[in-house]
């Protein structure tokens, strides 16, 4: 049966999918228009850009749909607060914000009009951000690519935050890499969306170098690991030598830091660096996040097909009404 729509203060995803932000140019307006004009959530991902860099995107992206776009902040961004100002002169609809906790953020929301999504992975977190203000909440799990905030499953952490998260939707993020697991998340869980990642880096519209796909398609499970990030919280990537050496022990620091980036950095090595190396094809010497789940997905597809195979796998076994339910 069709699955509901996604409302997030007003704006209406026909189909609940946000599409996850990726900084450093991997989710841009080439991946965020194709997503909201299927009916999903485009996310540019807003933390590692110039601000200005970032407005102009915001602002192509917008011109050219009528689907809902959000940016994605992180809170570590030294930037943050001119990146959260220049998205929303752009005409943003939403910001996405995770990897540290601000109050501030709910302040700007309301004087400016625009809705806070908060990535989460505790209830705590979960029913404070619903206390400040948030218009949704994303529970992000272990299995997510990128900084991770939890070592556990999402089927074990969903439940607590459902539990407690009841006024705004709440969304679904870390390994989904198809339809069956997204209507699972909806049906059983409660969830009223998902967010997905990875699956978006396999598609022909995002746009980063050929190796970087090629480098998702050959990972086997054990390829995809667990690696430190200067940002102070563990990362999920691929196993690739830079991140080999790191894990060794190995100096991978940069020299020439120009310490603009990370409102903390431990300089273990420069994450801005690194992740534009593999955005840009070297995946020896970059770090190329990842979803835990990468290894199972083995095709990369238009934006549309993946949304036209999810809907169709999604809708084959949702049924709804068994929503939210203390007892599963
Ligand atoms: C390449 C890559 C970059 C990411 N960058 C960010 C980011 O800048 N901010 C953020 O909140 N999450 C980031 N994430 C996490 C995703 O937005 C998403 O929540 C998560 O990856 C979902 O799991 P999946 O990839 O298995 O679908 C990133 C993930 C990947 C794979």
């Known amino acids: 049966m069709k699955l509901p729509s996604l409302n997030i203060a007003g704006f209406k995803a026909t189909f609940p999918l946000i599409q996850g932000g990726m900084s450093i140019r991997v989710s841009t307006s080439a991946l965020a228009i194709p997503v909201a004009n299927c009916g999903g959530i485009g996310v540019i991902g807003g933390s590692g850009l110039p601000p200005e860099e970032l407005h102009d995107d915001i602002k192509k992206a917008k011109a050219a749909t009528d689907g809902v ?28 914000t995770g990897a540290g906790f601000s109050r501030d953020i709910f302040k700007i929301g309301r004087e400016h009009n625009i809705p806070i999504v908060m990535i989460v992975s505790s209830a705590a977190l979960a029913k404070l951000s619903e206390k ?14 990128g ?38 998340m909806m049906d059983k869980y409660g969830a009223d969306g998902v967010q997905i990642a990875s699956r978006f880096v396999l598609s022909e519209e995002c746009d980063i170098a050929d190796e970087f796909k090629q480098a998702y398609l050959n990972a086997k499970k054990e390829d995809i690991v667990l690696t430190s990030s200067p940002v102070g919280m563990p990362g999920r990537a691929l196993n690739n030598p830079f991140v080999k050496a790191m894990n060794a022990g ?79």
Do not use: W
């Open 69 to 96: 776009v959000a940016v994605n902040i992180m809170y570590a961004m030294k930037d943050f607060y001119q990146l959260v100002m220049s998205s929303i002169d752009a005409g943003i609809d939403m910001i996405i």
């Open 132 to 145: 400040l203000g948030a218009a949704a909440v994303i529970v992000e799990s272990k299995e997510a690519g």
């Open 147 to 184: 900084h991770l905030g939890t070592d556990k499953p999402l089927r074990e952490i969903f439940p607590p935050v459902r539990e407690v998260v009841r006024n705004i939707p709440l969304i679904a993020a870390g390994g989904i890499t198809n339809g069956f697991e997204m209507a699972e």
């Open 250 to 328: 190995e100096d991978v620091s940069t020299k020439k830091c120009p310490q603009v980036c990370l409102k903390k950095c431990d300089h273990l090595y420069c994450i801005t660096e690194r992740l534009n190396m593999a955005r840009e094809g070297n995946i020896q010497e970059g770090l190329i996040f990842s979803g835990e789940n990468t290894y199972k997905m083995k095709e990369i597809l238009p934006v549309a097909e993946i949304f036209r195979q999810f809907k169709e796998q999604a809708e084959s076994m949702y049924k709804e009404g068994r929503g939210f339910s203390p007892s599963f």
